[in-house]
């Protein structure tokens, strides 16, 4: 994925500078991305959620008081150059794919993020199929509105999820109507599309009334998968004797059977009812307490906020920045996802130690350690870059005095500057030597010309004495 990223970030750079270039006298030059910059670039958005500064200004991020990570890394002016130009898809045929799929800038991208959901973790025997509104008050063709959400507006996205853990597994991004007819029994076509994958295995999927129908139920009894799900009590099916009446006791319940199909009707408040379809069970306990709730409302209440966590989950530690390219606020969900997914497994695999309730942003912190760290490296060895103590004072507070590479470098910069002043300590001699040679050169002809007077004087003095 990261390079992707990188080279199609590269080629919006080059095409818009040489646009640039052509009509301006100062030639602007650009150093390509790298793939282990678009790396630190994450580490950044990701620790940026962590502390919670995802919405702060980008110099106040950078600021000598801040967190070292950001100074570490990559330079405030790399960051802003890389968010302004980051791309995810190939400009020249995004017109032609446009035409069929809405989310064309993004779609190569996601494609990759659902198989490796996919294939890194074998799910629980109970799915959880929900949407995610991820906010965004842009300009796109599928903006959605839904009340309901803390966000109300943002781009829809359909997700199946471990009931048991909230891990996502497979995500649908909702772009709209195709065509101008409206989608009939939209909530089947995609439950299918996100279970499909799970055909035959025996496991059960938890959804809301807008996806649960009778003839659904029976769909998915073929696929050898069951479901439990509430239903919206217009269906045409639903014996009226369960409906909502003035006559339903407080706290009582009624089932129905057909075939392997169980539905339940249960009076929480007067004058109303919760409709339950489950193929899963086919009894009609409840529980032994005052409200007497049916096993099967106790199962689904447990089991079906698994999109909801996650995205509770998400929204704690957001890498999300504002923006007005819908790409690029598709691209922080997705680095969300990927961090929460990780984390998760992460989780899974030590179960036997104590959770902490800062588990996961220490998580977090380390991860974006971990992805910054051989930017970092590079950076410590530049002397440009160390010339800047508020810089330097940041890497050296993030790698640590005790890392290997750092020590090597510091043997090596004493081996140079001991080869160095030895050197020129060796010139210094070899100068001064030629200097006292040549001194007591002049000094003996001197003394050579001394003497010649003398004689020269002498002999002067007895030729008129």
């Keep these: 994925m990261a390079d992707i990223v990188t080279r199609h970030t590269n080629k919006k750079v080059f095409s818009v500078y040489s646009s640039l270039n052509l009509n301006s006298d100062s030639k602007r030059k650009w150093k390509p991305v790298t793939v282990q910059e678009i790396y630190s670039f994450m580490a950044i958005l990701i620790c940026s959620g962590v502390n919670n500064s995802n919405t702060d200004h980008v110099s106040d991020m950078w600021h000598s008081s801040s967190y070292p990570l950001y100074r570490a890394t990559i330079g405030i002016n790399r960051f802003r150059n890389i968010m302004r130009f980051i791309r995810f898809d190939d400009a020249n045929t995004r017109k032609q794919r446009k035409k069929s799929d809405k989310a064309a800038p993004i779609r190569d991208i996601w494609t990759m993020l659902n198989k490796n959901l996919s294939q890194i973790y074998k799910p629980t025997d109970n799915l959880t199929v929900d949407e995610q509104?991820?906010?965004?008050?842009?300009?796109?063709?599928f903006t959605q509105y839904i009340p309901s959400k803390p966000a109300k507006y943002g781009i829809k996205i359909w997700w199946v999820c471990d009931a048991e853990n909230a891990f996502p597994l497979n995500g649908i991004i909702y772009t709209g109507k195709t065509g101008h007819t409206r989608e009939?029994?939209?909530?089947?076509?995609?439950?299918?599309?996100?279970a499909v994958a799970y055909k035959g295995s025996g496991r059960n999927i938890f959804m809301d009334n807008f996806f649960t129908s009778l003839s659904f139920a029976q769909q998915l009894?073929?696929?050898?998968?069951?479901?439990?799900?509430?239903?919206?009590?217009?269906?045409?099916?639903?014996?009226?004797?369960?409906?909502?009446?003035?006559?339903?006791?407080?706290?009582?319940?009624?089932f129905a059977f057909h075939e392997n199909i169980t539905m339940c009707?249960?009076?929480?408040?007067?004058?109303?009812?919760v409709i339950l379809l489950s193929t899963m069970h086919s009894d009609i306990a409840v529980n032994e307490d005052l409200k007497k709730k049916p096993h099967i409302i106790t199962y689904y209440n447990k089991c079906k906020t698994g999109v909801d966590t996650m995205d509770q989950m998400i929204s704690r530690y957001t890498t999300q920045r504002?923006?007005?390219?819908?790409?690029?606020?598709?691209?922080?969900?997705?680095?969300?996802?990927?961090?929460?997914a990780s984390y998760l497994i992460y989780y899974e695999n030590r179960k036997m130690m104590k959770k902490k309730t800062n588990q996961r942003r220490l998580f977090m912190r380390q991860l974006s350690e971990e992805l910054a760290k051989p930017m970092i490296i590079i950076r410590y060895q530049n002397l440009q870059v160390r010339r800047h103590y508020n810089t330097k004072i940041a890497i050296e507070s993030v790698i640590g005095q005790q890392?290997?590479?750092?020590?090597e470098n510091h043997l090596e910069e004493k081996k140079l500057l001991v080869l160095a002043i030895f050197v020129t300590n060796s010139q210094q001699r070899r100068e001064e030597k030629q200097e006292r040679v040549a001194l007591n050169s002049i000094i003996l002809c001197v003394t050579n010309i001394h003497l010649v007077l003398l004689n020269v004087l002498n002999v002067i003095y007895e030729f008129f004495c």
């Design 133 to 141: 509104l991820y906010p965004f008050r842009g300009r796109t063709k």
């Design 221 to 254: 009894l073929s696929w050898n998968l069951t479901i439990v799900g509430t239903l919206k009590k217009n269906k045409p099916y639903i014996p009226p004797i369960m409906g909502p009446n003035k006559s339903g006791e407080l706290y009582s319940s009624l």
């Design 322 to 340: 504002r923006t007005l390219r819908w790409p690029l606020v598709m691209f922080f969900n997705m680095l969300d996802i990927s961090t929460l």
């Design 184 to 194: 009939k029994n939209q909530g089947e076509r995609v439950v299918k599309e996100l």
């Design 403 to 407: 890392s290997v590479l750092v020590k």
């Design 265 to 273: 009707s249960y009076v929480p408040k007067k004058k109303k009812s």
